[in-house]
């Protein structure tokens, strides 16, 4: 496993886009673009620790926690962070 996430770490591509969510902590949020083969690491790891396998997977680096529609809605906010992505 351990080349499987070195592997995933060198495959990593990044800041794919900035979003929102009514969800507290997804208020705003950076989506991140990373290799299938975490997803893969992710379900043997919970295969060989014999727990259920885990749901959906949503890389992502939380901004702020809590926002409100109209937070969310400033530009100021997101065009402070659109130059994130792809870095």
Same mark, same amino acid.
């Given at each position: 496993?351990?080349?499987?996430?070195?592997?995933?770490?060198?495959?990593?591509?990044? %800041?794919? =886009? /900035?979003?929102? #969510?009514?969800?507290?902590?997804?208020?705003?949020? *950076?989506?991140? $673009? %990373?290799? =299938? /083969?975490?997803? #893969?690491?992710?379900?043997?790891?919970?295969?060989? *620790?014999?727990? $259920?396998?885990?749901?959906?997977?949503?890389?992502?680096?939380?901004?702020?926690?809590?926002?409100?529609?109209?937070?969310?809605?400033?530009?100021?906010?997101?065009?402070?962070?659109?130059?994130?992505?792809?870095?």
């Amino acid at each position: 496993m351990q080349g499987d996430i070195l592997r995933c770490a060198a495959d990593f591509r990044g %800041v794919t =886009d /900035v979003a929102s #969510s009514s969800a507290y902590f997804m208020s705003l949020f *950076l989506d991140l $673009e %990373v290799p =299938d /083969v975490l997803g #893969s690491c992710r379900r043997r790891l919970a295969k060989d *620790l014999q727990v $259920e396998e885990p749901g959906a997977f949503r890389p992502h680096i939380s901004l702020a926690y809590g926002l409100s529609d109209e937070q969310r809605g400033q530009e100021g906010i997101i065009g402070l962070t659109t130059g994130l992505i792809g870095r």
